[in-house]
């Protein structure tokens, strides 16, 4: 039998907050050198102790990690805008950039690029924090010296004058009373600021009312959800225009854009549902907090209006960059990660143009090499011709050809692209199909004609060729489905069949062809009536009406080369 029993000393160890046994001693001198030793050792604990005891729980020696401040870090990029001024840096490219650079800065800050930008206190904070300004530039200046014919350093300090420039306006405007948006309301303080600004620091200033009252709210959902209430509520067009340089530096927030996702199933639908958003269609997200339902539900109702392009651009821009990585659209099926490869290439090329541009095209080729798993110039040119068998519509597939001639890829793609695009083109037998009105068709067959016109990837016989045959199809499309003689209905009022016929000559509807001349013969038939102007306005009794159709018939024809 014993007459004592012996003390235990237990060494325990915290992780994520809760505490665990690792070892046991009987000596507290022995105990205390094992759990420091075992502090050094574990990276993954947070502090550790010596209880004498569960029961007792009488702690005897205890010492937390010390936390190591891990410098913040600025990641490499492979292209920037080359910006020629200081005004070029509050651009939605530049900003585009920015946000990427300095995201964990940002996301700590709780602030977006535009409000640091216009408020001189936060820029010198920016500008005193580590080293990240230097490394930024340093970032931006390796990737520009090509494009300026300079070399880093040069290109280094060129920027730097840049963001010394607008530190120094941001410095300038901070001792300016500007109207307090809390105080006036946001209608006013664009009132103010209208009245008294100089023309050329009127957009500046109304950034920096903005930005002083958003700075304020630290948080990304806060941000969001004042800047669309502006929007929402204001009349003031000098205000609404720059809002949406605000909403598009808070969609670059990762975490902000997680939580309007919600629990998508997959990235597939995550990048659907970016694109659903980009295109003003709002559908409630599985897993979506309310406020973030009626959030987005806000966002897509302005993101219809088109007053957000860079908005736009950014949900994009983050379409375009998960593309180009090798991450699954898909949870292991390959089936269903061309299954959901071939939606996003059905919502991104389109009849009017790739959505996301020449970007959006390369991520599409990039997706595809990731499916082939080919890499090099040789999956580059195979990527280019798997899209193309899964574009939706003739029309569609050449704007996506002229986009990658238009890309960086196009020098290791050799004539793959071309080759597609006259033969697609030359192949063609009607102009359109699907949803839209004649206008809508015809500017969409346009735009490609222009593309082509102006598409750096294509030898100028080429060019030449395709548009020719664009022109031809455009003729076909009028004369056999009667387009002109749609738009001159008789039973209209003349001043209604004028303007479509005019509106049918404007460039980004119809180039300059056989197509056109049919409808310019149309116009000037009209405008030979000895008392056109007179009969333009009959029926209109309100002189105040009568004035304002004129003076559109005259823009419409001076705009359409009539005069």
Request: proline fraction near 5%; aromatic fraction near 6%.
């Amino acid at each position: 039998m014993f007459l004592f029993r012996q003390k235990t000393y237990e060494i325990q160890a915290s992780r994520k907050g809760r505490w665990t046994i690792e070892q046991t001693s009987h000596d507290p001198a022995e105990a205390e050198a094992a759990a420091k030793a075992l502090l050094n050792k574990l990276k993954d604990i947070e502090a550790i102790r010596v209880v004498l005891d569960s029961a007792s729980e009488k702690v005897l020696f205890e010492q937390k990690k010390p936390q190591t401040k891990q410098p913040l870090v600025v990641p490499q990029i492979e292209e920037a805008p080359v910006c020629a001024q200081p005004d070029d840096l509050y651009g939605p490219q530049s900003r585009k950039i920015v946000n990427r650079l300095f995201r964990q800065y940002l996301d700590k800050a709780l602030l977006t690029p535009t409000e640091i930008m216009h408020n001189g206190r936060e820029m010198k904070r920016v500008m005193d924090f580590e080293s990240i300004v230097q490394t930024a530039i340093d970032r931006v200046a390796r990737v520009q010296k090509g494009a300026e014919g300079q070399d880093a350093k040069k290109r280094g300090d060129a920027l730097w004058g840049m963001v010394n420039g607008i530190s120094k306006r941001a410095n300038e405007a901070d001792k300016l009373k500007l109207p307090n948006i809390r105080e006036v309301g946001f209608d006013e303080a664009v009132k103010f600021v209208t009245k008294t600004a100089k023309p050329e620091e009127l957009k500046f200033l109304l950034r920096c009312v903005f930005a002083r009252e958003l700075s304020q709210t630290r948080s990304w959902y806060g941000k969001l959800t004042q800047v669309l209430e502006w929007s929402n509520t204001s009349s003031e067009a000098a205000g609404l225009v720059l809002l949406d340089d605000f909403v598009s530096d808070t969609l670059a927030s990762g975490s902000m854009i997680a939580d309007i996702l919600g629990s998508p199933v997959n990235l597939a639908s995550a990048l659907l549902k970016l694109l659903d958003i980009a295109d003003g269609e709002y559908r409630p997200a599985k897993g979506q907090s309310p406020e973030m339902a009626g959030l987005e539900e806000m966002l897509c109702k302005l993101m219809k209006t088109g007053r957000l392009p860079a908005s736009r651009d950014f949900l994009l821009e983050r379409v375009r960059s998960e593309l180009r990585t090798t991450n699954l659209l898909s949870k292991n099926d390959t089936g269903a990660e061309i299954e959901r490869f071939c939606e996003i290439i059905d919502r991104v090329l389109l009849d009017g143009g790739v959505a996301g541009g020449i970007g959006m095209a390369e991520a599409l080729v990039a997706r595809a090499t990731v499916i082939l798993n080919v890499g090099g110039a040789v999956g580059q040119r195979e990527g280019v011709v798997w899209v193309l068998r899964r574009g939706p519509t003739p029309l569609a597939n050449a704007h996506y050809l002229t986009a990658i001639l238009n890309s960086r890829i196009a020098p290791a793609l050799d004539d793959v692209p071309a080759t597609h695009l006259e033969s697609l083109v030359g192949g063609m037998s009607e102009l359109v199909g699907g949803p839209g009105t004649p206008m809508d068709h015809m500017r969409a067959v346009t735009s490609l004609y222009r593309a082509v016109e102006g598409c750096v990837g294509l030898p100028p016989e080429s060019a030449q060729a395709i548009t020719k045959r664009l022109d031809d199809l455009l003729f076909e499309y009028v004369v056999k489905g009667k387009i002109v003689e749609q738009m001159d209905n008789p039973g209209w009022k003349l001043h209604t069949r004028a303007f479509l016929l005019m509106q049918m000559c404007m460039p980004d509807v119809l180039p300059e062809g056989k197509a056109v001349s049919v409808a310019r013969k149309a116009v000037v038939n009209h405008l030979r009536r000895p008392n056109f102007e007179i009969e333009l306005i009959s029926g209109v009794a309100d002189p105040n009406e009568q004035k304002k159709i004129i003076l559109q018939c005259h823009h419409l024809m001076k705009a359409g080369g009539f005069r």
